[in-house]
């Protein structure tokens, strides 16, 4: 059974950092394409950025220069790195797998697996 654990989330101060990680279990494909996406409240599932089995990454360019995401394929874990933080930033973060491919995607539809998110709250 695969599952995908998030972690990292809490409540940062604006202009503060996170980094949250996704490990994920029960795949047999360790070179997956991961994705994270966030949903504020009342808001659309969005993606943030997401990454293929070589490492290859895209990003969204509204958070260019702030969000990045990585993996360690050694411990089957993605990461995203947050900085300078925003109170608009205040979402849940959800880690998600396309599973079998090392393709990534933009669309929400095409990962096959996702995490339980997790909370990012920005604020003073």
């Known amino acids: 059974q695969v599952q995908l654990v998030e972690s990292g989330g809490g409540l940062v101060k604006p202009g503060g950092s996170l980094r949250l990680s996704c490990a994920a279990t029960g795949l047999s494909n360790t070179r997956d394409a991961r994705a994270w996406f966030r949903q504020a409240p009342g808001k659309d599932r969005e993606l943030v950025a997401a990454i293929n089995g070589q490492g290859f990454t895209f990003d969204v360019e509204s958070m260019k220069g702030r969000f990045t995401i990585s993996r360690d394929n050694t411990r089957n874990t993605v990461y995203l790195q947050m900085s300078n933080l925003k109170p608009e930033d205040t979402a849940v973060y959800f880690c998600?797998?396309?599973?079998?491919?090392?393709?990534?995607?933009?669309?929400?539809?095409?990962?096959?697996?996702w995490g339980q998110g997790t909370q990012v709250t920005v604020s003073s």
């Open positions: 998600a797998s396309r599973g079998s491919s090392i393709n990534y995607s933009t669309s929400r539809n095409d990962y096959k697996y």
